[in-house]
């Protein structure tokens, strides 16, 4: 066991699921665009489901290594892959 004080990794772990969560929520806005439940028309109207979601997936990478620097837990990591994933979808959206 590590001797950290159980305050910080109490912390990490909510910066965790913060993290996990930014992910889930740029998935949804990605996924809804690109299976066309949100249909925008004009091209000024698409940086909201294309921009946003890589927006959203760099605050969430950040939080999940600030978090894993806090404490070295699993599911730091899984917010930072998860997020590497979903950061990928609307780039390759934007390169196909």
Request: glycine share 8%; net charge positive.
């Amino acid at each position: 066991m590590t001797n950290t004080p159980t305050s910080i990794n109490g912390s990490s772990t909510f910066i965790s699921i913060v993290s996990i969560a930014a992910a889930g929520l740029a998935f949804i806005i990605a996924g809804s665009f690109l299976s066309g439940m949100i249909d925008l028309q004009p091209i000024q109207k698409q940086f909201f489901p294309v921009i946003l979601p890589i927006l959203i997936c760099a605050v969430g990478m950040i939080l999940g290594l600030t978090a894993y620097r806090l404490s070295k837990s699993k599911i730091a990591i899984t917010g930072i892959i998860l997020n590497a994933v979903v950061l990928f979808i609307p780039i390759s959206y934007l390169v196909m």
